[in-house]
């Protein structure tokens, strides 16, 4: 099973600068590549931090403003020069369909992509599988935007001492986990007596957006959330008008929602010193604060116990 792991590819809101690409984020989680706001310059980003395209099996939108969409049209191209023989699914605000068509047939290429659009146009459940549940929330924005959720189920983790106690092992405990219980020396052994409940992990992803109760529900619990934190508290005043957030609001709902680990991105580039996001979040939010550089990766943390 591969390493559950946050790909960052750019971090700049609006504008690129030297050092930051637009947006671009790559979820790996067991078999799942899960591809969010892909900006302009994606497919070179993702060459950089060595990924292969044929790795993502959803593309996720939150909104239709430059920074989050452009990367679409070399993307969906590169996936079908890559000659993907699987789906692709593509989440994307409902009202910006014809947006999306546009992206992806943005100019002449041999297409020979499954790509599956799946517009969303209400909160909810977006797709279920192996993987978990991948579920969306409107967000408060110019445009409609939508932030999405990723959790897994709940399960068990087996306990060697109570193996031990119940005299298990080898091929018959992968029975019992199958199964769910198994027949020893005459004595019904269930998964219940040799585990314990594990909690599903949690993942979230908020991009432009003014503090709402969406926002709360997204972040609820999360192992990992990826949240925007646009500007600074001094200029609260633009965050406000632009609908965006501040670090220090980020830091809020990390504090407030229980969440283990904080990644802060989409940075305004009126900013150049990227250590007053870690200290304004830090000061609200105790947990792992992570200031997003480009091509670095973060894992989902692993589970408690």
């Keep these: 099973?591969?390493?559950?792991?946050?790909?960052?590819?750019?971090?700049?809101?609006?504008?690129?600068?030297?050092?930051?690409?637009?947006?671009?984020?790559?979820?790996?989680?067991?078999?799942?590549?899960?591809?969010f706001d892909p900006g302009e310059g994606t497919q070179r980003q993702l060459t950089l931090a060595g990924v292969s395209a044929t790795d993502i099996t959803r593309i996720c939108l939150t909104h239709f403003h430059g920074d989050h969409c452009l990367g679409v049209p070399g993307v969906v191209q590169r996936l079908s020069l890559?000659?993907?023989?699987?789906?692709?699914?593509?989440?994307?605000?409902?009202?910006?369909?014809?947006?999306?068509?546009?992206?992806?047939?943005?100019?002449?290429?041999?297409?020979?992509?499954?790509?599956?659009?799946?517009?969303?146009?209400?909160?909810?459940?977006?797709?279920?599988?192996?993987f978990g549940t991948l579920s969306a929330r409107a967000l408060d924005h110019r445009v409609q935007t939508f932030g999405y959720r990723l959790v897994e189920p709940d399960g068990r983790s087996i306990r060697p001492d109570l193996l031990d106690r119940h005299g298990l092992s080898g091929p018959i405990v992968g029975r019992l986990q199958r199964d769910g219980e198994v027949v020893v020396d005459g004595r019904t052994v269930r998964l219940a007596d040799v585990s314990e409940p594990r909690r599903g992990q949690r993942f979230a992803f908020i991009m432009d957006t003014r503090l709402c109760d969406a926002v709360f529900a997204l972040a609820d619990g999360a192992d990992l959330l990826?949240?925007?934190?646009?500007?600074?508290?001094?200029?609260?005043?633009?965050?406000?008008?632009?609908?965006?957030?501040?670090?220090?609001?980020?830091?809020?709902?990390?504090?407030?929602?229980?969440?283990?680990?904080?990644?802060?991105?989409?940075?305004?580039?009126?900013?150049?010193?990227?250590?007053?996001?870690?200290?304004?979040?830090?000061?609200?939010?105790s947990g792992d604060v992570v200031v997003a550089e480009d091509l670095m990766r973060v894992p989902v943390p692993k589970r408690r116990g």
């Design 226 to 285: 990826v949240i925007e934190s646009t500007f600074l508290s001094e200029d609260q005043a633009l965050a406000a008008e632009y609908r965006h957030l501040t670090a220090a609001q980020a830091g809020r709902v990390a504090a407030e929602c229980g969440v283990r680990t904080l990644v802060l991105t989409h940075f305004s580039q009126r900013y150049d010193d990227p250590v007053r996001f870690h200290a304004e979040a830090a000061a609200v939010f």
């Design 1 to 35: 099973m591969s390493p559950r792991e946050l790909v960052v590819l750019g971090t700049a809101s609006q504008v690129p600068t030297r050092r930051r690409n637009h947006n671009g984020y790559l979820l790996r989680w067991d078999g799942e590549g899960l591809l």
């Design 82 to 130: 890559d000659r993907v023989a699987r789906p692709v699914h593509a989440h994307y605000p409902a009202s910006g369909t014809d947006h999306f068509r546009a992206l992806r047939h943005a100019c002449a290429f041999h297409d020979v992509l499954d790509l599956r659009e799946e517009p969303v146009d209400r909160d909810g459940p977006i797709a279920v599988g192996a």
